[in-house]
């Protein structure tokens, strides 16, 4: 998505070239360096490096991380909500839209804004949120046995108004390019720090994100319009194993 924004929405700011744009990728997923490849994202992304990577690169440079200071972003979309901090975590997609959903939907403010039910590292997680006259049904799984299984109970039959999957125990936090050792231990670490970072934040929803509304207001327009389905959306084939 920010490859896509980074070679439409930035370069139309800017009166740059997307040609003359090289979008480099830091995330905590090997498959992403496949992602990139893929021809329906038509070079959104150039570059990808996992935080691995990108780890060894800044020690190979003799940067001592630890001794930095502490700084903004750069001011382009630089600005980021709690609820994207949470992706990180099996659980984190559905909590950060969930907050967005009730909010859209209800016109009202959320009280709470921890779904405590759909985070944490269990293999399938399930709950039910009433948002409006809706009692919305949601299941989450994380580890690909576990994927399998929630995958195996809806073809079953099952029904759920809202799914996620991720691929990685725990979520990406469990990243296959994330760095070594990983273990549970570590996991669990990783995954109370994310949160600690969003219950922190000021800013922990999306929709109240101001670079997204200037987004949405200058560029994107409609949400789910043409423009951001075009932009900000996929679709997959089978590709076998
Ligand atoms: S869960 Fe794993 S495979 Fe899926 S996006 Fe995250 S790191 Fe990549």
Redesign the pocket.
């Known amino acids: 998505m920010f490859g896509a924004l980074a070679k439409s929405y930035y370069a139309e700011k800017n009166n740059l070239s997307p040609e003359d744009i090289v979008v480099v990728s830091v995330m905590?997923?090997t498959?992403?360096k496949f992602e990139a490849y893929r021809p329906e994202m038509a070079g959104d992304v150039d570059y990808v490096l996992t935080t691995r990577e990108l780890a060894r690169m800044i020690k190979m440079a003799g940067i001592d991380m630890t001794s930095l200071e502490e700084t903004e972003f750069d001011s382009f979309m630089g600005v980021s909500s709690g609820a994207a901090d949470i992706f990180g975590a099996s659980g984190g997609v559905m909590e950060a839209a969930l907050r967005t959903a009730f909010e859209l939907i209800t016109g009202e403010k959320l009280e709470n804004l921890d779904f405590e039910a759909v985070r944490g590292t269990t293999g399938i997680k399930e709950t039910e949120v009433q948002i409006g006259e809706l009692k919305l049904k949601a299941a989450v799984a994380n580890g690909l046995a576990n994927v399998r299984k929630l995958m195996e109970k809806i073809k079953g039959g099952e029904e759920y108004h809202f799914v996620e999957l991720?691929?990685?125990p725990g979520?990406?936090l469990g990243?296959?390019?994330q760095p070594i050792p990983t273990n549970a231990e570590i996991r669990e670490e990783r995954l109370k720090a994310i949160y600690e970072i969003d219950k922190n934040k000021k800013l922990r929803n999306s929709h109240e994100n101001p670079y997204i509304k200037k987004l949405y207001d200058d560029y994107l327009g409609e949400q789910g319009g043409h423009k951001a389905h075009g932009l900000l959306h996929t679709h997959y084939i089978p590709r076998g194993l």
């Open positions: 905590p997923c498959a992403k991720m691929a990685c979520g990406c990243g296959g390019g």
